[in-house]
Each structure stands twice: as structure tokens, then as C-alpha cells.
């Protein structure tokens, strides 16, 4: 059994996670600004996030559970959450002669944004660690 430090410590490493897929993702994007026929894509986690917010969370707390009594019972459905992220085709770029679609404008600036956001919950974690950190240090002094 591990020691869990915060409900919401395992969500902002899914967050790194998906912020890092997604700097990749945009950074394919850049990288095949000349190939023909490339479509951009990118990737929606923010769905994914809010609904492993809310199981973590418990904000559906006031659902009624049942109850197995006895292990020949018939067993709950159980729901699977798959917190996956969406892949998508990002359009609504004009496409040029050779079919491609990037534009380098949007995809830096999404770039940036993605940077801003993952070193935002990076300095967030950090954070977090060092209120920590300042509790265990205290704790050791007062002998």
C-alpha cells in the first residue's frame, strides 16, 4: 500500500502527460509544414481530465451504490473509465496547392500556450512538493 499525498497528485502528472503529447503533436505539425497533402492534428484531453477530476473528486458522490452481500451475487456493472485523450484533424485552415493545411501561425501559437500551460502546472507541482517538504522540516524540529 502506497501513501497517497493528494487526490489530485496523480491528475496533474496526467496533465504533464498530456501536455507533453500534445507539444509533440504540434511539433509534428511544424515539422511537416512542407509535406504534401498533411493535415494538422492535435488532442483533447480536457474531457478526460474533468471526468477523472470528478471520479477523484467523488462529485457524483450522491449516486447509490449496491451492495453485494454475498460473492454468488450477481455483480455490479462495473463502469470502466477510460480517461483517454481525442486525436483529432485540426481544420478550418485553407489548404494549399499541394494539399497541405499547417499554418505555421496557429501551430506556434498553440505551441506557446501548451509551454505557458505545462510550466504553469509544473511551478504548481513544485509548489505543492514544497508545502510538503516545509511540513516534514517543521515536524523534525519540534522534538
Known amino acids: 500500500m502506497s501513501i497517497q499525498i493528494s487526490r489530485t497528485h496523480g491528475l496533474i502528472a496526467d496533465a504533464l502527460d498530456y501536455r507533453a ?5 504540434i511539433a509534428s505539425n511544424i515539422a511537416n509544414a512542407d509535406t504534401p497533402f498533411y493535415k494538422p492534428r492535435d488532442i483533447r484531453f480536457e474531457d478526460a481530465l474533468a471526468a477523472k477530476k470528478a471520479d477523484i473528486l467523488h ?4 449516486e447509490l451504490k449496491m451492495a ?11 463502469e470502466t473509465n477510460s480517461y483517454k485523450a481525442t486525436t483529432y484533424f485540426r481544420d478550418g485552415h485553407m489548404a494549399r496547392n499541394d494539399g497541405n493545411s499547417v ?4 501551430e506556434t501559437t498553440e505551441m506557446s500556450k501548451n509551454s505557458i500551460m505545462f510550466n504553469a502546472l509544473v511551478m504548481a ?5 514544497a508545502i510538503f517538504k516545509s511540513v516534514i522540516e517543521a515536524s523534525q524540529k519540534v522534538n
Open 59 to 62: 462529485k457524483n458522490s450522491n
Open 68 to 78: 453485494q452481500t454475498d460473492t454468488a451475487h450477481l455483480k455490479p456493472k462495473s
Open 103 to 106: 499554418d505555421i501561425d496557429v
Open 21 to 25: 503529447a500534445r507539444q509533440d503533436m
Open 125 to 129: 507541482n513544485k509548489k505543492s512538493a
